[in-house]
């Protein structure tokens, strides 16, 4: 059985830091790409940042680009998501994903990835 579980999430000031994390059980986790996307109140969920499983490539959206930073750790079947300068607009529900068909991640696209974990909650005050 495939399961996601985030962890990491919770309230911090504006320029702030946080670090989630998202443990994987159930599948060749070092040979699939993993996806972080967040859903703020209202608006829909957004793709934040994905990682390779071949190359461990990486990609960011250009709201997080240069504040974010994934990377994995395969032989704990965990990817993480460091979070810097948080901003009030990074206030969201966040989730990992699994892309259990293919290693690489290109853009994270919700349709793309079939398993989900149940999201971990983010808070910037400002």
């Known amino acids: 059985e495939v399961q996601l579980v985030e962890s990491g999430g919770g309230l911090v000031q504006a320029g702030g830091s946080l670090r989630l994390s998202c443990a994987a059980t159930?599948?060749?986790?070092?040979?699939?790409?993993i996806g972080w996307f967040r859903q703020a109140p209202g608006k829909e969920r957004e793709g934040v940042s994905c990682i390779s499983g071949n190359d461990g490539s990486t990609y960011y959206a250009d709201s997080v680009k240069g504040r974010f930073t994934i990377s994995r750790d395969n032989a704990k079947n965990t990817v993480y998501l460091q979070m810097n300068s948080l901003k009030s607009e990074d206030t969201a529900v966040y989730y990992c994903?699994?892309?259990?068909?293919?290693?690489?991640?290109?853009?994270?696209?919700?349709?793309?990835?079939?398993?989900w974990g149940q999201g971990t909650q983010v808070t910037v005050s400002s």
């Open positions: 994903a699994a892309n259990t068909i293919q290693a690489m991640c290109v853009t994270p696209r919700e349709y793309e990835y079939d398993y």
């Open positions: 159930g599948f060749a986790f070092d040979r699939h790409a």
